[in-house]
Every structure is written in C-alpha cells, then in structure tokens.
C-alpha cells in the first residue's frame, strides 16, 4: 500500500524498508523499461518472427518454419558474403584497437620527460586528438564517397600520387572487380574511420590511470615497452575488451561503406546481401539473415567477454 496509510509498526519491519526501496527503483524504472520494451525488444521479436514466415511486404505473412534457414544455409550468396564479413571481423578490431592503443599512449605518455612530469604526451597532443576524432564528425555516406574518390581507377588520388612519383606499376583497380583489392580498400576505410574514436577512449582511460604508477614503474628502471606492458595494457584491459566488441559490431556492419564504395561483382558483405533481399521482396527470408546476424553478433560478444576475461585490477 501507499507510504502514507501504512501503519507505524509496518514502517519500522526491516523487510518493509527493504521492499519500499525495491518499490521507488521499480517506479522510477518502469518508463524507461517500457520504452525499451516497445522500440528495441518488440523490433527484434518481430524479426524473428517474421523470419519464419513467407513475408513478402504484404498485408499476410505465411508461416513456413525453417524453410528460409535452409534455404540461408544452401545459399552459396550468403556464404560468399559471410566470408567477407568475418575476415572484417577479425582484422578490422586488430588493426583499428591496435593503432588506437599505440597513438593514445604516444598522446598520454610516450612524450619526453618535461620539468616537473615524470610522464608526459608527445608536444601538440591536444591537436593530435582532434586531426584523429575529426572523421567521426563525418557522415559514413559522406566518408564512403571521398574515399571512392580516392580509390578510382583513372582519376583517384592514389592511383595519381602513384604514378606522379613514378611508381606506375603499383597502380591498381583498387575497386575495380578484384576481391582482395577491394577488401583491402574497405578495411582501410574501415579502420581509419573509427581509429579516433579509439584514440580518445583509450586516451580517457590511460589519463584516468595514476602518475604514481608511472613514477614507480621508471624509478624501477622500465622502459616504455615495459610500462605499456606491465602497467598501461592492464590498467585499461576492460576499456580494450569494450572496444573490441564495439568494433567488431562495426565490422559486421559495413553497410554503408561497402554499398556506396564498392561495387555489386567486387565486393558484397552479409548486411549488403540482406538489404538485397529486401529489395527484392524476399522479407521473410531477410529477416531471416537479419536473425541469423544478430546471433553472431552476440555470440561474438560472448566470447570476447569469455576469452579476455582477467582479474580486475584496482588502484
């Protein structure tokens, strides 16, 4: 009942205070839960559901079973397409963290010893955090557009650059039908969209992490190889874990980037193909595939999770 009409000696029962505070936790949480559960849970129910139906965008939808899993798992398409999207998967975070990692410490600590600071950046690293953040200011359409631009055959900058220095036989189609090329090009595009997000992450993190540390790690003669290793890579391991999932979602993403950049017969990734299939009225079996991604987007999660657990460390 209502705090008000409930009677005294109820009030002081310890087991009364304890449901009034779970009460106040649920009636502050119910709207937003709410909301959750009608624009994010209600989705996903829905594409499940619908991938075992015969959807085509009408007013009725059939239901079939798994005749559209079977039909995803006959469908050499799709296969192609997954393969193309796991080596993103697994090369994308690598690349992406790694580059993150390796010009946030060069920003927080790789810098000479200055008067005064045992630690410190590299000079100018206030501006180096805005030149690597600056793509993510940019619309992924917008980023996909200047790099085609760039990987043209005939007109693009590389290729022009290439042969302006006299390296023409390095000059190549870089999206003009080979599917290593054009991989290469989407992971370029790929990591160097998303590196300055990580670099001001790992940035905050490396920042959060106490001079003393440092102090005592180079009065024990450690050299930066050593510090980053023993002391910085520890220190931020769950921020690194974080980014890892983040950036492999990412890398199971690429839509827009491979729709706009690459063309259809050079390159096709899973959500490329899925979108294919919305197209061309094939709701059900694109849910489906839409299903199918989700799964290994939480399987990968998982996993990562599993793998890169480790003692937390405090300080």
Not at 48 to 63: H, K, P, Q, R, V
Not at 128 to 136: A, D, E, L, S
Not at 189 to 210: D, E, K, N, Q, R
Not at 276 to 298: K, P
């Amino acid at each position: 009942m209502p705090p008000r009409f409930t009677p005294e000696r109820v009030k002081r029962d310890r087991r009364y205070r304890t449901l009034d505070k779970y009460r106040f936790i649920a009636g502050f949480l119910a709207l937003p839960l709410a909301f959750y559960a009608v624009f994010v849970i209600s989705p996903f129910l829905q594409a499940i559901y619908y991938s075992f139906t015969d959807w085509d965008g009408g007013a009725t939808a059939d239901f079939v079973g798994l005749d559209n899993y079977r039909k995803l798992w006959n469908d050499d398409r799709f296969w192609d397409s997954a393969k193309t999207s796991v080596s993103l998967l697994v090369a994308a975070p690598v690349i992406t963290l790694s580059l993150g990692i390796f010009f946030a410490y060069m920003i927080t600590a790789g810098g000479r010893h200055r008067r005064g600071q045992a630690v410190a950046g590299v000079v100018g690293s206030s501006f180096y955090k805005v030149v690597y953040f600056f793509p993510q200011v940019l619309s992924i359409a917008i980023v996909a557009v200047v790099w085609m631009r760039v990987f043209s055959t005939r007109s693009g900058l590389l290729n022009g650059s290439l042969g302006a220095v006299g390296l023409d036989g390095l000059e190549k189609p870089w999206l003009g039908g080979d599917y290593n090329l054009a991989l290469f090009a989407t992971l370029t595009v790929l990591c160097w969209s998303f590196v300055g997000f990580y670099v001001v992450l790992f940035s905050a993190a490396m920042g959060a992490i106490p001079r003393d540390l440092y102090e005592a790690a180079l009065l024990d003669g450690a050299g930066r190889a050593t510090t980053f290793f023993k002391v910085t890579l520890p220190l931020i391991w769950d921020t690194v874990r974080t980014g890892w999932i983040y950036m492999g979602i990412q890398a199971l993403d690429a839509f827009a980037i491979v729709l706009v950049m690459v063309p259809d017969h050079a390159l096709k990734v899973t959500p490329v193909f899925l979108y294919q299939r919305f197209r061309e009225g094939q709701f059900g079996y694109a849910t489906a595939i839409g299903v199918v991604l989700l799964v290994f987007s939480v399987v990968f999660s998982l996993i990562i999770m599993r793998v890169g657990n480790r003692d937390r460390i405090e300080y």
